[in-house]
């Protein structure tokens, strides 16, 4: 199991699951790579990727056997 992250990251992208942040990746791409896998793995879990510089979080959602993301 992934530890909770204690702060949310300054300047990468965070993995959100179910209202925490679990993981940093220094990309996008990582992070979006990630979230896809674990929601295909758990769809039941609430996905998202939080952009620290932006401030921004995009949800990971499932469609068709394929994860897709939201704003």
Do not use: N, W
């Not at 791409?29 to 896998?37: I, L, P, S, T, Y």
């Not at 620290?52 to 995009?58: C, I, L, P, Q, V």
């Amino acid at each position: 199991m992934v530890a909770a992250i204690p702060e949310p990251p300054a300047s990468t992208y965070a993995l959100e699951v179910d209202g925490r942040l679990k993981a940093e990746f220094a990309t996008k791409d990582g992070a979006k790579a990630g979230a896809e896998e674990l929601k295909r793995r758990f769809p039941m879990l609430r996905v998202r990727i939080h952009d620290a510089e932006t401030k921004a979080g995009e949800e990971i959602q499932l469609r068709r056997g394929k994860a897709r993301i939201s704003c």
